[in-house]
């Protein structure tokens, strides 16, 4: 079963479960270059290394893949191999992610040439999600070059079982309001222990208690302008450990 996505009449997608929409009103393209893929300092972080791993928590419509792929594949100093794992427990319809990249309003006014590749990066993911299942799974692109990790289930339980040491984390659940646990110290603790000192970490929401647990786990936090209609947004980075 997959999850179903209400469209609105603005052409947004909105989730019937959490009450609450798939990506900003800006533009999900937008969300998930300003917000998540510049919040972290790429493309630029990535040029330093062979393999950039990025951990996610929410996988949604795929966007934030989407926008990083296509950010990743027309930087000409790009690592070598992208990695990106994402946790989702009501994983949408093939079909969903791509008539999200086509909805008016997407991708918003994001560098013309990463809107241009949306359609044709959604067609092959669409490609690969057929056959989805619980649990984790891998799906590869450009030649292996990109692979998508997807945990498909619970949060908690998807964080404890997948295996990667984060460059960039993306923090992308619904709403803290809506989506209590996608946002609980338990689950940020779960996060935390796949990063490393230096480990750069974005997310549209300033909720403070969001803000508070991130200190706590050794975070550096600050609050940023965000994307209208959005005031602010929450850009983080993993402080070496105190020896």
């Known amino acids: 079963m997959t999850e179903p996505v209400q469209w609105l009449e603005d052409g947004s997608p909105h989730s019937a479960r959490f009450n609450d929409r ?18 972290c300092g790429l493309p630029q972080r990535w040029r330093s290394s062979d393999e950039f791993t990025v951990l996610e928590t929410g996988f949604g419509l795929g966007l934030n893949f989407l926008g990083t792929w296509a950010a990743w594949e027309s930087d000409a100093q ?44 959604a067609q092959e993911l669409a490609r690969a999600w057929q056959g989805l299942r619980p649990g984790v799974q891998q799906l ?23 295996d990667c040491v984060a460059d960039a984390v993306y923090l992308d659940g619904f709403s803290p309001a809506l989506n209590p646990d996608m946002w609980s110290f338990v689950t940020l603790q779960a996060v935390a222990s796949h990063c490393r000192a230096g480990t750069t970490l974005a997310s549209y929401t300033v909720a403070l ?14 609050k940023c302008a965000g994307l209208p209609p959005k005031r602010h947004r929450l850009e983080a980075v993993l402080l070496p450990r105190a020896s």
Do not use: W
């Open 22 to 39: 798939y990506r900003s009103r800006t533009g999900g393209m937008a969300q998930a270059l300003t917000v998540f893929v510049n919040a």
């Open 78 to 121: 790009r690592c070598e191999r992208l990695n990106f794992v994402s946790v989702e427990a009501y994983p949408v319809a093939a079909g969903d992610i791509v008539r999200n990249v086509l909805a008016p309003g997407v991708p918003g006014d994001a560098e013309a040439q990463l809107q241009a590749r949306l359609p044709a990066l």
């Open 209 to 222: 208690d969001v803000r508070e647990s991130l200190q706590h786990l050794g975070f550096s936090v600050r």
């Open 140 to 162: 590869e692109f450009a030649e292996g070059r990109v692979r998508l990790t997807l945990a498909v289930g619970d949060v908690q339980p998807m964080l404890n079982l997948i």
